[in-house]
């Protein structure tokens, strides 16, 4: 199997520009590719992992990645997918985050000689003069073109800044630079970029006259149709500061049942073939799957030791043995509470019980939790600060256990 038929086996391709010729290149090794990474947090989340797995394969074949931190472009603030504008950040703290992102990344690509490229595009962005920019570029994009492009057609009815309309004129530059200066020849990126990397390839070819590639990457989203580890206000972070290995492990081993073969395939770098034996499993067989999603992930992010902790504790949890004394608990935050109360189900997604409120209301619905003991079925109940500070303990079904406070 080829790594382009492997790519497609993994249900990972979603939209390319030139089928046969991107084929070509990656299956040779002869691709340099590129994946840009704005900086709006101190850390990757689970959200960004496939784009760093696909990044990681690729390279497995000899083809090679630019990482690029959008040092620059994070400055503006991408509208796609996003209902409102993104909080503006500092130049401090885009900096900083832009480090947090290095680090993160060294762990999964290598950047040794020859190998893979690390670059910044604050540090031609931010040079750009506003009148050369404007005459250099401005001619090669169509306003009716833009749009017309997805990325842009649902910020129209609330609002679409001026400075949001610029980050595909500024996503189409990037790639250009890279063209010119490292011979980047190729874009990849998440389904929801791709209005703005056909500005990247029109570009090259309006400005050099050369044909440059793009293909875009299915978006890990749940059986909902909602983004995987990646949502506003609940992301699954990388750092394990700010998502520990445990709670990273809890999150895959907790996504649904019609999810976790997907995120096998998608995610991990299991055979195919040995992949392709699970796909008529079922019943007990789907928790065995979802225990071997998370042990991978959380070893592929924080090491085997943290996976083989994470699992052991999961399973003691589980079978009820080391309920009080190895308990995951979730500290909440003052703000995590409106009114001074949380929903049940707002609870059980900040805990990693449940992926979404989808997850949590079936849970409750079914049954199937209770707190301290008492069993919840109404999907509204809340709980105080006063309750919280004392500390609660909710039980999903009868062994798994998690500790929460204020």
């Known amino acids: 199997m080829t790594l382009y038929d492997e790519l497609i086996a993994r249900g990972l391709i979603a939209q390319v ?15 340099k590719f590129y994946i840009g990474f704005d900086c709006t947090a101190d850390s990757l989340t689970a959200g960004h992992f496939m784009a760093l797995t696909f990044m990681k394969r690729l390279q497995m074949a000899g083809n090679t990645p630019v990482a690029l931190i959008g040092g620059g472009t994070t400055m503006i603030g991408d509208p796609s997918g996003r209902t409102d504008m993104r909080q503006m950040l500092t130049k401090e703290d885009i900096d900083h985050n832009a480090e947090c992102f290095k680090r993160q990344m060294e762990k999964f690509i290598d950047f040794g000689e020859g190998k893979a490229i690390m670059v910044n595009n604050a540090d031609w962005l931010l040079e750009l003069n506003y009148i050369e920019m404007l005459r250099e570029v401005g001619p090669h994009f169509s306003i009716n073109n833009m749009l017309r492009a997805d990325c842009y057609k649902q910020r129209m009815e609330k609002g679409l800044s001026f400075l949001e309309f610029n980050y595909m004129i500024m996503q189409s530059y990037d790639f250009y630079y890279l063209y010119q200066h490292y011979g980047c020849n190729m874009q990849f990126g998440g389904d929801d970029q791709w209005s703005n990397m056909l500005g990247g390839t029109e570009l090259i070819r309006r400005k050099l006259g050369k044909d440059a590639h793009a293909m875009t990457i299915t978006l890990l989203t749940d059986s909902q149709g909602n983004k995987m580890g990646k949502t506003a206000g609940n992301a699954v972070w990388l750092d394990p500061k700010k998502t520990s290995p445990y709670d990273f492990y809890q999150y895959w081993r907790n996504v649904a049942d ?18 392709k034996t699970m796909n008529d499993w079922e019943g007990s067989q789907l928790n065995e799957a979802k225990e071997i999603l998370a042990y991978e992930l959380t070893s592929l992010v924080h090491g085997k030791e943290e996976a083989e902790k994470a699992q052991a504790t999961a399973r003691a949890l589980f079978s009820g043995v080391g309920i009080s004394e190895d308990m995951p608990e979730t500290i909440l935050l003052t703000k995590d509470l409106q009114d001074g109360r949380i929903g049940i189900l707002t609870l059980l997604v900040k805990t990693g019980i449940c992926t979404s409120n989808g997850d949590a209301r079936r849970l409750v619905q079914q049954g199937a939790v209770a707190v301290d003991d008492v069993k919840i ?4 109940t809340e709980y105080g600060s006063a309750e919280l500070t004392a500390g609660i303990v909710i039980k999903k079904g009868k062994k798994v256990f998690h500790k929460v406070s204020l």
């Not at 520009?17 to 691709?31: Q, R, S």
């Not at 019609?258 to 992949?275: A, G, H, N, Q």
């Not at 079925?377 to 509204?380: E, F, G, L």
């Open 258 to 275: 019609d999810d976790v073969l997907k995120c096998i395939r998608m995610l991990t770098f299991l055979p195919i073939e040995e992949i």
């Open 17 to 31: 520009t030139n089928e046969e010729e991107i084929k070509k290149m990656i299956n040779a090794g002869k691709a």
């Open 377 to 380: 079925t109404d999907p509204k």
